[in-house]
């Protein structure tokens, strides 16, 4: 289960890093989209 779940999260992942939409900020908080996401996020995209 682990290997099928993690071949849909990071082809994914990687591509979102690849496009800039996660940033980190001089305290260390991951950013979605210029949004602080201290906790996580998740993600109900589609990718083609």
Excluded: S
Excluded at 2 to 23: C, M, N, S
């Amino acid at each position: 289960m682990k290997e099928q779940g993690d071949w849909i999260v990071f082809p994914r992942t990687l591509e979102l890093v690849a496009r800039g939409r996660f940033g980190m900020d001089d305290a260390g908080v991951l950013h979605f989209d210029g949004v602080p996401a201290p906790r996580g996020i998740v993600i109900n995209e589609t990718f083609g």
